[in-house]
Nanobody, 123 residues
Framework: QVQLTESGGGLVQPGDSLKLSCAVS????????IAWFRQTPGTEREFLAA????????FYAHSVRGRFLISGDDARNTVYLQMTHLKSDDTATYYC????????????????WGQGTQVTVSS
């Protein structure tokens, strides 16, 4: 059973940086990608970035390209999301998720999800 656990959220000020972690366990064989999404109350989950497994490439939503960076540490089974120049609009619950559709940005294609970590950007 694949399990994902996010950490690293918190309260930061506008302009700050924050790094989220997603620890992944129970990987099954085959192609996969790990993505970061975020969600605010009453809205759909928004795709942010994904990285393909086993040293594969990353892809980003246009809205965060250049400001967010996704990376993976295969030895630690952990995926990171480095966020910079944070704005109040970045306030949300951030989730990581796993899919076998390795180019998908659609949350419906992601089979496994973490419980989320809250990021609040406020002065």
């Amino acid at each position: 059973q694949v399990q994902l656990t996010e950490s690293g959220g918190g309260l930061v000020q506008p302009g700050d940086s924050l790094k989220l972690s997603c620890a992944v366990s129970g990987h099954s064989a085959g192609l996969y990608a790990i993505a970061w999404f975020r969600q605010t109350p009453g809205t759909e989950r928004e795709f942010l970035a994904a990285i393909r497994g086993n040293g594969g490439s990353a892809f980003y939503a246009h809205s965060v390209r250049g400001r967010f960076l996704i990376s993976g540490d295969d030895a630690r089974n952990t995926v990171y999301l480095q966020m910079t120049h944070l704005k109040s609009d970045d306030t949300a619950t951030y989730y990581c998720a796993r899919t076998t559709y390795i180019s998908s940005t659609d949350p419906r294609d992601y089979e496994y999800w973490g419980q989320g970590t809250q990021v609040t950007v406020s002065s």
